[in-house]
């Protein structure tokens, strides 16, 4: 199984901050990585797939990057309701596996 | 509107079954796999299974291969997740979840199963 890893795993961040959390896989996924979004309580909600492709809706402060096994999430400037955890996923093969999670919280 | 319903949870004792079901409105479910993906309480994402478009091919993760069984009926426009031989390590909210371009494009609101005696 391909093993995703994420850091930093918990960050405190102020509104305005520019916030990057990187993914890595334990093995090469070429751009089978999206990244999600979940809210206490709340069910996740895609924000980037392909890696880079920004998901319908979606605020133009997110971007994704990177391929193979090196990825990153990029809050260009963070708002009041992006805290949440973020986890990456990778799909190149079965079975996919999810990131551990950033939780991303208010300094 | 995309909506995905998902039903069947409840509190269960080692060893038990449930059923969990998915009902899909506002696309064409017969088009997109689907998966099950469960979150224990306090913890992470963690894929469970998938299923193709007509069903024919299914895939599972190691934890729950050989207890679980997802299924569809696209007539219905319904997802199944059988869940036999439950654990304790079972208890979880469990989502339904589509793939379009990738996977988690729409998810349900969850189900809560908890197994325990």
């Known amino acids: 199984d391909i093993q995703m890893t994420q850091s930093p795993s918990a960050m405190s961040a102020s509104v305005g901050d520019r916030v990057t959390i990187t993914c890595r896989a334990s093995q090469g996924i070429s751009n089978y990585l999206a990244w999600f979004q979940q809210k206490p309580g709340k069910v996740p909600k895609r924000l980037i797939y392909?890696?880079?492709s920004l998901q319908s809706g979606v605020p133009s402060r997110f971007s994704g990057s990177g391929s193979g096994t090196e990825f990153t999430l990029t809050i260009s400037s963070l708002q009041p309701e992006d805290f949440a955890t973020y986890y990456c996923l990778q799909h190149n093969s079965y079975p996919p596996t999810f990131g551990p999670g950033t939780k991303v919280d208010i300094k | 509107e995309v909506q995905l319903v998902e039903s069947g949870g409840g509190l269960v004792q080692p060893g038990g079954s449930l059923r969990l079901s998915c009902a899909a409105s506002g696309f064409n479910f017969n088009s997109y796999w689907m998966h099950w993906v469960r979150q224990a309480p306090g913890k992470g994402l963690v894929w469970v299974s998938r299923i193709n478009s007509d069903g024919s091919t299914t895939t599972y993760a190691d934890s729950v291969k050989g207890r679980f069984t997802i299924s569809r009926d696209n007539a219905k426009n319904t997802l199944y997740l059988e869940m036999n031989s439950l654990r304790a390590e079972d208890t979880a909210v469990y989502y339904c979840a589509s793939q379009g371009l990738a996977p988690g494009d729409y998810w349900g609101q969850g189900t809560l199963v908890t197994v325990s005696s």
């Open positions: 392909a890696a880079s």
